[in-house]
Structures are given as C-alpha cells and as structure tokens.
T-cell receptor
Framework: AQKITQTQPGMFVQEKEAVTLDCTYDTSDQSYGLFWYKQPSSGEMIFLIYQGSYDEQNATEGRYSLNFQKARKSANLVISASQLGDSAMYFC???????????????FGTGTSLTVIP | NAGVTQTPKFQVLKTGQSMTLQCAQD?????MSWYRQDPGMGLRLIHY???????DQGEVPNGYNVSRSTTEDFPLRLLSAAPSQTSVYFC???????????????FGDGTRLSIL
C-alpha cells in the first residue's frame, strides 16, 4: 500500500526566510515520482516541482527545491526567500510506476498550511 | 488554452437528489481522475480512467459513477446525494505513465458541493 505522511499541519515563516515542509512516503515500488502542489486560498491546485526516484540530483524550480533522501523515504520541499504570496496549503504526492490498468495514479498527503509573516 | 474545465463551480443539493459534475480537458490526456477534498484528509481518489471506454474505482468510489465516452470528457455522477458527500471535488488529467513516465496531474478549479 502507498502512503504519504505530512506531519506538520501548520507552519509559520518570516518573510524572506527559508522554510522546509516535510514529507515521507511508504512504497515497495522501486520506480516512482514525487510531486509537490500548492493550494492557495482561492482553491486551485498548482504544480510546483517533481522528483523521479532514479534522479540523482535534487530537483529545483526557482525558489523551490526538493530535498530527496531515498533511503529515508523523504521528499521535503524547501522554499527559499519566502514571500507573502507563498501562504497556502502545500500537498506532497507520490505516483508509483504506472501500468496499462493503473495509469498515473497519485497518492496525496494531508497537507501543510504555510503562513508567511511580514 | 483552457486546460481542465470543471462545471459547476458551486452547487447545493438536497439529500436524495442526483447530479452530474462535468469535467473536460483539451490536452489530449489519456488519464483522467476525480478526487474529493475534505478538511484534514488531503485529496482522495474516487474514480479514474486510463482512456476512453475504461474506468476503474479509486479509494472512495461508493455513491459515485463515472463514464468515459471520449478522451476529452469525464463526468462524475452522484446517484443519490448524501450529506457525507459534501466536499470539494477536483478533476485532474495527465498523460499515462506508459506514454511519458511520471507526469504532473493538471487540475480543474474544483466544484464546491453542499448536500443539505
């Protein structure tokens, strides 16, 4: 069974500081993808960053980076230089190796609410 | 470039009523899925489809029905609405894993549904 755990229901960070949002996962698959999404108060789901299980380098996208530790099964999101617009819910998701019947299934964590303080 | 379009954005139903949530995508994605989002529970998969004519159940399928007659459309039907189905519903689409490996899912803006 696939499981994603986000242990931080809420986080606060000072504007311009860096913050790390934790995500651990449990899977027996060797090939899988890890994703982070942002959900602002307006409700839409915004894709932020992707890490493949066989990628040797940690993924980066602008101010977002993914701290991938495969042996520990963790995929933490790091946001550098926080901005007020970063205040939102953040979801970690995992997609195991898909097949003809399962396609591209995602398993989501319960999310972390980030508040950026001016 | 519309992406994933969900209608309606808001809906209030009475217990026992039926309705269909519409979802359409214009990206030629094979994979489409429906999630419900409840406070403290993240997104849970209701049903998914790997292509036209093929659907399967996710984690929480009871009380919902889907069909996929075209690549573009993936409607979700509530057969007899219950208060426990009050939630925010998201439709998402992506290429299949077999096409391009792991791909991000593209989400619609959601439908906020209340059952009285």
């Amino acid at each position: 069974a696939q499981k994603i755990t986000q242990t931080q229901p809420g986080m606060f960070v000072q504007e311009k500081e860096a913050v790390t949002l934790d995500c651990t996962y449990d899977t027996s698959d060797q090939s899988y993808g890890l994703f982070w999404y942002k959900q602002p108060s307006s409700g839409e789901m915004i894709f932020l960053i992707y890490q493949g299980s066989y990628d040797e380098q940690n993924a980066t996208e602008g101010r977002y980076s993914l701290n991938f530790q495969k042996a520990r099964k963790s995929a933490n999101l790091v946001i550098s230089a926080s901005q007020l617009g970063d205040s939102a819910m953040y979801f970690c998701a995992m997609s195991p190796r898909g097949g003809p019947n399962t396609g591209n299934q995602f398993y989501f964590g319960t999310g972390t609410s980030l508040t950026v303080i001016p | 470039n519309a992406g994933v379009t969900q209608t309606p954005k808001f809906q209030v139903l009475k217990t026992g009523q039926s309705m269909t949530l519409q979802c359409a995508q214009d990206m030629n994605h094979e994979y489409m899925s429906w999630y419900r989002q409840d406070p403290g529970m993240g997104l849970r998969l209701i049903h998914y489809s790997v292509g036209a004519g093929i659907t399967d159940q996710g984690e929480v399928p009871n009380g919902y029905n889907v069909s996929r007659s075209t690549t573009e459309d993936f409607p979700l039907r509530l057969l007899s609405a219950a208060p426990s189905q009050t939630s925010v519903y998201f439709c998402a689409s992506s290429y299949n894993y077999l096409s391009l490996g792991n791909q991000p899912q593209h989400f619609g803006d959601g439908t906020r549904l209340s059952i009285l």
